[in-house]
């Protein structure tokens, strides 16, 4: 008996993410593009929560390449996660009510924006999001953009650098 794994074939279109210098109280947006070359689709997760100035959403009245699969609506392709702690009561009903209670779909997470989403990338087709930054206080941002492919370890082709600064208003 044999078997072979199926994975996505993932990867982000864009080399880095540099937003350079920005003042406080302003905003910018660049476009990420993920694109799956494979024939199912993936799951990714993006946890930005130790980046408070930043975030991912959909382009504004922008069109998904490739098709949405059985119904899919264009809000299920980025939902907002939130952790909630599993009660002993929780532990006991099945996974998929468990699966419900601790991903949520909600505009605001304990009052603040959602730092953590759970993204849709179909099967043959490119998802674009916006990375947002719109930095709170002077301060120099450098890090790997935190994106994981789920059930995958290590993902180098969604490896990328994000730079930022934030400016003080003349």
């Known amino acids: 008996l044999t078997a072979e794994a199926i994975i996505p074939d993932v990867s982000i279109e864009q080399e880095e993410f540099d937003f350079s210098g920005v003042t406080i109280g302003a905003t910018v947006r660049q476009q990420i593009d993920i694109k799956n070359e494979g024939n199912i689709p993936a799951i990714l997760f993006i946890d930005l929560s130790q980046h408070p100035d930043f975030t991912v959403e959909l382009p504004r009245g922008g069109e998904q390449t490739g098709s949405l699969e059985d119904g899919n609506e264009a809000e299920s392709l980025l939902v907002p996660v939130t952790n909630t ?27 603040e924006a959602p730092s953590k989403f759970k993204l849709l990338c179909n099967a043959e087709s490119t998802l674009t999001l916006c990375l947002s930054f719109s930095p709170s206080n002077v301060q120099s941002h450098a890090f790997e953009l935190p994106l994981t492919l789920a059930g995958v370890s290590s993902a180098p082709r969604l490896r990328r650098a994000v730079v930022a600064e934030g400016l003080r208003p003349r």
């Open 85 to 111: 702690r599993l009660t002993k009561e929780s532990r006991m009903r099945d996974d998929a009510t468990r699966a419900s209670e601790t991903e949520t779909q909600a505009d605001t997470v304990d009052g």
